[in-house]
């Protein structure tokens, strides 16, 4: 299997900040890495695929970047709606797998 | 646009089989080059991918859960299902059906998710 290690674990942010979330594969993954955002009580919902599209209705201060095995997630400049747990997940192969998820608190 | 909704028991005792059905609407489960999948998130904790079955019923599994899941497909029904054998408390979770793009190779759109605690 492949593992996803994010970090950090979980940050704190003021409105306007830029926020950068990592994401780590065990192995190269080519670019076959999604972004989602998930609140509290809610399903996740997918920001970013192909490691740098950006999903159709997501705010362009949502930006990633990456190739291989290191990813980056970043907000250009955090929203209050932005408050979240974000996770990312590797398509290459199965079986398809999460990482543990970075949490941004106020 | 396609949405997914999840139903079944929300109590399951350890031992039996957790049962749950996903409906689509808004599209075909047959059309395009889509994976309907199940995947599952304990209180306070990650996502764990269960496994995904294509319109033909062809399937993949979790090798971490295959000895216990099988997933179906009812296309007449515009449904698929899981079913968990021989459940444990460890397996009470939030459960998610999603649809996997697998030419983008992402889930997307979700259902909003049903719990489902075993316990007795």
């Known amino acids: 299997d492949i593992q996803m290690t994010q970090s950090p674990f979980s940050l704190s942010a003021s409105v306007g900040d830029r926020v950068t979330i990592t994401c780590r594969a065990s192995?190269?993954?080519?670019?076959?890495l999604n972004w989602y955002q998930q609140k509290p009580g809610k399903a996740p919902k997918l920001l970013i695929y192909?490691?740098?599209s950006l999903q159709s209705g997501v705010p362009s201060r949502f930006s990633g970047s990456g190739s291989g095995t290191d990813f980056t997630l970043t907000i250009s400049s955090l929203q209050s709606e932005d408050y979240a747990t974000y996770y990312c997940q590797q398509s290459y192969s199965l079986p398809l797998t999460f990482g543990g998820g970075t949490k941004v608190e106020i | 646009q396609v949405q997914l909704q999840e139903s079944g028991p929300g109590l399951v005792k350890p031992s039996q089989t957790l049962s749950l059905t996903c409906t689509v609407s808004?599209?075909?489960?047959?059309?395009?080059?889509?994976?309907w999948s199940w995947i599952r998130q304990p209180a306070g904790k990650g996502l764990e991918w269960i496994g995904r079955?294509?319109?033909?019923?062809?399937?993949n599994y979790n090798p971490s859960l295959k000895s216990r899941v099988t997933i179906s497909v009812d296309t007449s029904k515009n449904q698929f299902s899981l079913k968990l054998s021989s459940v444990t408390a460890a397996d009470t979770a939030v459960y998610y059906c999603?649809?996997?793009?697998?030419?983008?190779?992402?889930?997307?759109?979700w259902g909003q998710g049903i719990l489902v605690t075993v316990s007795s």
């Open positions: 192909a490691a740098s």
């Open positions: 808004g599209g075909s489960i047959s059309s395009g080059s889509y994976y």
């Open positions: 999603a649809r996997y793009d697998s030419s983008l190779g992402r889930f997307d759109p």
């Open positions: 079955i294509y319109s033909s019923g062809s399937t």
């Open positions: 192995q190269s993954i080519s670019n076959y």
